[in-house]
Nanobody, 124 residues
């Protein structure tokens, strides 16, 4: 069965960095786009970044553009999110998600499997 397992979350200071990983299994990883989304306390889930199946194209929400970098290693069935210049408003539970096709999409209903999430807290 499809499994997505996130890791790498934790506590960071404002201006700091974290690198999230999402290990995927149970499907042909290199055939599908992947994305990261987040959900802050009391708010809805928002799409953060996506990457096409072959890694050729990446996409970012305006709120993280220039600070976050998404990448993937199809040999390791893993997608990453490098987060730099973190802000308190980046505090959220971060999820990775498998797309229904090979092109990333900002619309969350275009994703059919989700991980359990990893908590990121940005605070001094």
């Amino acid at each position: 069965q499809v499994q997505l397992v996130e890791s790498g979350g934790g506590l960071a200071q404002p201006g700091g960095s974290l690198r999230l990983s999402c290990a995927a299994s149970g499907f042909p990883f290199s055939n599908y786009a992947m994305s990261w989304a987040r959900q802050a306390p009391g708010k809805g889930r928002e799409w953060v970044s996506g990457i096409n199946s072959d890694g050729s194209s990446v996409y970012y929400a305006d709120s993280v553009k220039g600070r976050f970098t998404i990448s993937r290693d199809n040999a390791k069935n893993t997608v990453y999110l490098q987060m730099n210049s973190l802000k308190p408003e980046d505090t959220a539970l971060y999820f990775c998600a498998k797309a229904r096709g090979n092109v990333a999409d900002t619309r969350l209903y275009r994703y059919d499997y989700w991980g359990q999430g990893t908590q990121v807290t940005v605070s001094s």
